[in-house]
């Protein structure tokens, strides 16, 4: 990628002496200041009709009582101001959506940096044909189908005849309620996803690495500091953007988990893996309720938007 | 030195059983797949089928509509396909052109990005309601054609093309279509190459968005049927996990092919 964008810095120095000649050549030909629009506008209006306004139709129907009779006709929708609102926060389920989001995203962000940096750097200590073998393995989880991951650890956690319940009982231990007991259900739900998102971000601290100059290992390590020195006065440090970004992306991902809890749990037991993304889907396509259900998504835009700008702003204070 | 070349080994050895844990969970998937379903049910597990029976692989396709939910697949991977070639026209416009509001728009399009599906789900169902589009292989397709994040790298790329070879084509006489065509395209090869394998893992894995869209069987996804073969029959491991590997397997063969692409499209997700 900097291959890439390095030249694109140079391009952009003559792009002004370009743009005169380009000018000249287009003034020339009639309706040619069109042709950038003709090039725009598929993908903008695409992304307009499905990424811009249905902000504002979430907005406008989290005002109203739209549900499935209103799906056949408009005139069974009516305008009920905050009501949606007003149901949302005195519902206990959507609390514990909630507090179930925040509890993921507390178990899986911090552990999705650590493990996948301490991976990456590990990967990154040799060049050997072992080591960029290895990588493959580690990306894998990363491509592959979330809901055939969810089944093959839905198999593995299975309490008759699953594989992990097996090797408990090898060592003599009791075997474990994985997916049914309230609380292991969410750990068990959040591994699947750390095992998962894992991949990702490895590949990212990876290539971060390899932007860093060679010298400045060289130069550490005539200073005599050994491998682990190297690795946090040097390397982690160089990292920072890489592991800020990483954290940003994480936690959005995470705010919207939603793919294994459905294929695992289904929310279950008694709503303990519900996610706040999983309680919109549940209200809105299995009750059908689109007004309630638009209310809580914007809720959700709301504390994304939020939690992104804190973000931000910390960042920017930080490199001050 | 005896410590430097001591610790890449104990190193490797840790990597390895990592790596091991990943491999095995797939070898788990494809060999319960071919064990004969009371096996599968027995405890304690068997390591290594006693035979194996592709009787699982087949009821996929002939007791259960696999084979319909495969073409969907693909026909919905193909119709993304098309949104290659309008994300390149618009990275190419933002590239290479300047025109009133283009700031602005490119504002916009970055904006986008930050909007989570779980908001835009329910109003893009009711406008594909509106228009008979829900239950459509379509419109599945439609919402995901686009993405914002890939007009930015084909932008990126495409910055990179030098404008004299555009103005030689132009003073040549070669109308934009052509220009575009026979010199922007075949110059984007590489991020061609890396959007498309993107676009077919990300197409052939969607899962939320299909889910909510299709609801007849006839217009199910892989993934779709797969989650719903969950609910069904949640007591046939090997059917299970031969779906499984119906899904994962086309994947872990694509990314034997392009690994560096798709590697590539990954980092460059990471490091705008």
Same mark, same amino acid.
Request: glycine content about 6%.
């Given at each position: 990628?900097?291959? =890439?964008?390095?030249?694109?810095?140079?391009?952009?120095?003559?792009?002004?002496?370009?743009?005169?000649?380009?000018?000249?050549?287009?003034?020339?030909?009639?309706? #040619?200041?069109?042709?950038?629009?003709?090039?725009?506008?598929?993908?903008?209006?695409?992304?307009?009709?499905?990424?811009?306004?249905?902000?504002?139709?979430?907005?406008?129907?989290?005002?109203?009582?739209?549900?499935?009779?209103?799906?056949?006709?408009?005139? !069974?929708?009516?305008?009920?101001?905050?009501?949606?609102?007003? %149901?949302?926060?005195?519902?206990?389920?959507?609390?514990?959506?909630?507090?179930? =989001?925040?509890?993921?995203?507390?178990?899986?962000?911090?552990?999705?940096?650590?493990?996948?940096?301490?991976?990456?750097?590990?990967? !990154?200590?040799?060049?050997?044909?072992?080591?960029?073998?290895?990588?493959?393995?580690?990306?894998?989880?990363?491509?592959?189908?979330?809901? +055939?991951?969810?089944?093959?650890?839905?198999?593995?956690?299975?309490?008759? &005849?699953?594989?992990?319940?097996?090797?408990?009982?090898?060592?003599?231990?009791?075997?474990?309620?994985?997916? =049914?007991?309230?609380?292991?259900?969410?750990?068990?739900?959040?591994?699947? +996803?750390?095992?998962? %998102?894992?991949?990702? !971000?490895?590949?990212?601290?990876?290539?971060?690495?390899?932007?860093?100059?060679?010298?400045?290992?060289? #130069?550490?390590?005539?200073?005599?500091?050994?491998?682990?020195?190297?690795?946090?006065?040097? =390397?982690?440090?160089?990292?920072?953007?890489?592991?800020?970004?990483?954290?940003?992306?994480?936690?959005?991902?995470?705010?919207? &988990?939603?793919?294994?809890?459905?294929?695992?749990?289904?929310?279950?037991?008694?709503?303990?893996?519900?996610?706040?993304?999983?309680?919109?889907?549940?209200?809105?396509?299995?009750?059908?309720?689109?007004?309630?259900?638009?209310?809580?998504?914007?809720?959700?835009?709301?504390?994304?938007?939020?939690?992104? %700008?804190?973000?931000?702003?910390?960042?920017?204070?930080?490199?001050? | 030195?005896?410590?430097?070349?001591?610790?890449?080994?104990?190193?490797?050895?840790?990597?390895?059983?990592?790596?091991?844990?990943?491999?095995?969970?797939?070898?788990?998937?494809?060999?319960?797949?071919?064990?004969?379903?009371?096996?599968?049910?027995?405890?304690?597990?068997?390591?290594?089928?006693?035979?194996?029976?592709?009787?699982?692989?087949?009821?996929? &396709?002939?007791?259960?509509?696999?084979?319909?939910?495969?073409?969907?697949?693909?026909?919905?991977?193909?119709?993304?396909?098309?949104?290659?070639?309008?994300?390149?026209?618009?990275?190419?416009? &933002?590239?290479?052109?300047?025109?009133?509001?283009?700031?602005?728009?490119?504002?916009?399009?970055?904006?986008?990005?930050?909007?989570?599906?779980?908001?835009?789900?329910?109003?893009?169902?009711?406008?594909?309601?509106?228009?008979?589009?829900? !239950?459509?292989?379509?419109?599945?397709?439609?919402? #995901?054609?686009?993405?914002?994040?890939?007009?930015?790298?084909?932008?990126?790329?495409?910055?990179?093309?030098?404008?004299?070879?555009?103005?030689?084509?132009?003073?040549?006489?070669?109308?934009?279509?052509?220009?575009?065509?026979?010199?922007?395209?075949?110059?984007?090869?590489?991020?061609? +190459?890396?959007?498309?394998?993107?676009?077919?893992?990300?197409?052939?894995?969607?899962?939320?968005?299909?889910?909510?869209?299709?609801?007849?069987?006839?217009?199910?996804?892989? +993934?779709?049927?797969?989650?719903?073969?969950? @609910?069904?029959?949640?007591?046939?491991?090997?059917?299970?996990?031969?779906?499984?590997?119906?899904?994962?397997?086309?994947?872990?063969?694509?990314?034997?092919?392009?690994? @560096?692409?798709?590697?590539?499209?990954?980092?460059?997700?990471?490091?705008?």
């Amino acid at each position: 990628m900097t291959q =890439t964008l390095r030249p694109a810095t140079k391009a952009r120095a003559t792009t002004v002496v370009a743009a005169k000649v380009r000018q000249a050549t287009r003034t020339k030909r009639n309706g #040619a200041h069109l042709t950038p629009y003709l090039f725009v506008s598929p993908a903008f209006l695409c992304l307009i009709a499905f990424g811009v306004a249905p902000i504002v139709v979430a907005a406008a129907v989290s005002l109203t009582n739209m549900d499935i009779s209103g799906l056949a006709s408009w005139r !069974n929708v009516e305008f009920v101001g905050l009501a949606n609102y007003s %149901a949302l926060f005195s519902d206990a389920a959507f609390w514990e959506s909630l507090r179930n =989001t925040a509890i993921f995203v507390g178990m899986g962000v911090p552990v999705i940096v650590v493990v996948s940096l301490a991976v990456a750097i590990a990967l !990154n200590q040799s060049s050997s044909r072992f080591f960029r073998a290895l990588r493959a393995f580690y990306f894998l989880p990363a491509i592959t189908a979330i809901v +055939a991951i969810s089944l093959i650890w839905g198999y593995l956690y299975n309490s008759q &005849f699953g594989l992990l319940n097996y090797l408990l009982s090898t060592v003599g231990l009791p075997p474990v309620s994985w997916l =049914t007991d309230p609380v292991v259900a969410k750990f068990s739900v959040a591994l699947v +996803a750390i095992w998962r %998102a894992s991949g990702l !971000n490895i590949i990212i601290f990876l290539a971060a690495q390899q932007a860093i100059p060679k010298e400045y290992y060289e #130069a550490a390590s005539i200073d005599g500091a050994g491998r682990w020195r190297q690795i946090f006065n040097v =390397t982690i440090p160089l990292l920072r953007f890489a592991i800020f970004f990483v954290s940003v992306t994480t936690l959005i991902s995470w705010m919207q &988990f939603f793919d294994e809890p459905y294929v695992l749990t289904q929310g279950g037991p008694t709503g303990a893996t519900t996610s706040i993304s999983l309680y919109i889907y549940q209200q809105g396509f299995r009750f059908n309720e689109f007004g309630f259900a638009s209310a809580a998504s914007l809720v959700l835009f709301v504390i994304i938007f939020v939690v992104t %700008a804190i973000q931000l702003r910390t960042r920017r204070f930080s490199d001050d | 030195m005896i410590r430097a070349r001591r610790r890449p080994v104990l190193l490797a050895l840790a990597l390895a059983a990592g790596a091991l844990l990943t491999a095995f969970a797939f070898l788990w998937m494809l060999t319960t797949s071919v064990k004969p379903l009371g096996e599968a049910r027995r405890f304690p597990p068997t390591i290594v089928p006693s035979k194996v029976s592709f009787d699982s692989y087949l009821r996929l &396709f002939r007791d259960l509509d696999f084979g319909t939910y495969l073409v969907n697949t693909v026909v919905v991977v193909l119709i993304s396909f098309v949104g290659l070639l309008l994300m390149a026209m618009a990275g190419y416009a &933002f590239a290479k052109f300047h025109f009133r509001g283009k700031k602005v728009m490119f504002a916009l399009v970055l904006a986008t990005m930050m909007i989570p599906i779980q908001v835009t789900m329910i109003p893009t169902y009711l406008l594909l309601n509106s228009v008979k589009l829900t !239950n459509t292989l379509v419109g599945i397709a439609l919402p #995901a054609l686009v993405s914002a994040f890939a007009i930015f790298l084909f932008r990126q790329f495409m910055t990179t093309i030098p404008d004299d070879v555009l103005e030689a084509a132009r003073l040549d006489g070669a109308n934009e279509a052509r220009i575009f065509r026979s010199i922007v395209i075949p110059m984007s090869k590489p991020i061609f +190459a890396v959007q498309a394998v993107l676009t077919f893992i990300a197409g052939w894995n969607s899962f939320l968005w299909p889910l909510i869209i299709a609801n007849d069987e006839e217009k199910y996804t892989l +993934a779709v049927g797969l989650a719903l073969l969950n @609910k069904q029959l949640s007591v046939n491991p090997p059917l299970q996990m031969a779906g499984a590997s119906l899904m994962v397997v086309p994947i872990l063969v694509v990314f034997a092919i392009f690994q @560096k692409y798709i590697v590539q499209g990954f980092t460059m997700s990471g490091l705008k």
